[in-house]
């Protein structure tokens, strides 16, 4: 059971330049999510989807943009990339529920941009 | 969003309990408490959630204060695996796709 895959592990961009953090689940979820961890501090919720074409923004939108066009693959978008953005990158995806159900979280994308 | 208050760092001895608090003064009626911990170089995996009883796993207890404004996370035997930073979040029932608000946690050193 793979769970949560998240590619590529590491990268290292140049400022400008553009890539896709890709995500995927085999867990049927309904719920995905894309949180950025800067050194030393917590996740913040970047943007999250309820379903198939659906996503809304969280916490620190600005830089990215994802779709959801399948309930497996909820792919984050990096254009114009910028030094601001040199962190850990986590996907993660959950069951509705009511607020009782586990998220599973993938193994994280580490990116530098310079 | 209801927020949660975490000791920065904690220490234990290893194979001793290990007793992690939290306080969630504002927490809602329908609010879950979760828990969560991040192993160095790894993404957050769950550990335990309840509502207002306490909770038992095979990782952990969770104990909730009768008013819910705190509650512990008990680890009964600490190894040096369990070294990692403890997230304690409120994950609220309906609206917001059910989404974790990470604080800071509280990072748990093991010592042998």
């Not at chain 1, 950025?36 to 913040?44: F, S, V």
């Amino acid at each position: 059971n793979a769970g949560v895959t998240q590619t590529p592990k590491f990268r290292i961009l140049k400022i400008g330049q553009s890539m896709t953090l890709q995500c995927t689940q085999d867990m049927n979820h309904n719920y995905m999510y894309w949180y950025r961890q800067d050194p030393g501090m917590g996740l913040k919720l970047i943007y999250y989807s309820v379903g198939a074409g659906i996503t809304d923004k969280g916490e620190v939108p600005n830089g990215y943009n994802v779709s959801r066009s399948t309930t497996e693959d909820f792919p984050l978008r990096l254009e114009l990339a910028a030094p601001s953005q040199t962190s850990v990158y986590f996907c993660a995806s959950s069951y509705p529920g009511q607020g009782n159900t586990e998220a599973f979280f993938g193994q994280g994308t580490r990116l530098t941009v310079v | 969003d209801a927020k949660t208050t975490q000791p920065n760092s904690m220490e234990s001895n290893e194979e001793e309990p290990v007793h992690l608090p939290c306080n969630h003064s504002t927490i809602s009626g329908t609010d879950y408490i979760h828990w969560y911990r991040q192993l160095p170089s790894q993404g957050p995996e769950y550990v335990i959630h309840g509502l207002t009883s306490n909770v038992n796993n095979r990782m952990a207890s969770l104990a909730i204060a009768e008013d819910r404004k705190s509650s512990t996370l008990i680890l009964h035997r600490a190894t040096l695996r369990d070294a990692a930073v403890y997230y304690c979040i409120l994950r609220r029932s309906s609206g917001s796709a059910r989404q974790l608000t990470f604080g800071s946690g509280t990072q748990l050193t093991v010592l042998p």
